[in-house]
């Protein structure tokens, strides 16, 4: 049985279908009907027109006087503006306000996971520690906004070089890392030798003045040797080679 809500969402429920297999007829609902915990399933989103509802779904048991389940009932609700705020709030709670790659904290967690996946694997990872040499100057040469400026050029630059698996992430400041999955001593080496040479040449426009920067790059790779070693430890070497970088000249890249 069905109600005329129902049959507007979904317009095979006809009286004429009445008898046939529900998950036939409505194959979005398949998933909620073999599954006892709905609650962990993601909204069912259905399309109308140009347009995507999300629906809240529920499903109650239905039983008889002797208390025995004989069927279960579906309860849909819409909840397609409020669906769509909690993913706006999801979003600013993981990503960096100004550039829009993982914050510090989605991108540990993220890394992390990674890091016990690498491990379980036996495959190899390379962390990348980043900043942009004198950003100080940018800063005071044409303010915070046109430090922004720089800032989100930069990011758009180096993430056009990055594989859809990394993860770029910004830690504060001018300061980002990278964790690049599956890449060993000698490929990391290619990836971030073409990251100095990317960003180096680009020309930057902020405020109508145009200018180019660089950046330093500290970098550490996992290939399996220490199997207790922690996401923090990798991070403090590729920072410590980062400064090695800086006391180099800058614009290069060190690892340890």
Excluded: C
Aim: glycine fraction near 6%; proline fraction near 3%; avoid cysteine.
């Amino acid at each position: 049985d069905f109600n005329d809500a129902a049959q507007h969402i979904f317009p095979n429920l006809t009286r004429e279908n009445v008898g046939h297999h529900l998950p036939t007829l409505v194959p979005e609902l398949k998933p909620y009907l073999s599954t006892e915990n709905i609650s962990k399933l993601n909204p069912l989103s259905i399309q109308k027109g140009d347009a995507v509802l999300f629906y809240e779904a529920r499903k109650i048991p239905i039983k008889n006087k002797q208390n025995k389940k004989i069927g279960i009932a579906v309860y849909l609700r819409e909840f397609t503006e409020h669906y769509k705020l909690l993913q706006k709030l999801q979003e600013h709670a993981e990503k960096d306000w100004l550039t829009g790659i993982w914050n510090r904290r989605k991108w540990m967690n993220l890394a992390k996971t990674e890091l016990k996946r690498a491990k379980r694997y036996g495959r190899p990872l390379t962390i990348a520690y980043l900043d942009i040499d004198h950003f100080k100057l940018v800063n005071d040469s044409l303010g915070h906004e046109g430090g922004d400026t720089v800032l989100i050029h930069l990011v758009k630059n180096i993430s056009s070089q990055l594989r859809a698996n990394d993860i770029f992430g910004r830690i504060g400041g001018e300061e980002f890392v990278i964790l690049f999955p599956e890449l060993d001593k000698e490929n990391a080496q290619n990836v971030t030798q073409r990251l100095l040479n990317t960003v180096s040449q680009e020309e930057i426009l902020a405020y109508d003045q145009k200018l180019k920067v660089t950046i330093s790059i500290g970098a550490t790779v996992w290939e399996g040797e220490d199997s207790k070693v922690s996401l923090e430890e990798l991070i403090q070497k590729a920072d410590k080679a980062l400064y090695m970088s800086k006391a180099a000249g800058r614009n290069q890249a060190t690892f340890i």
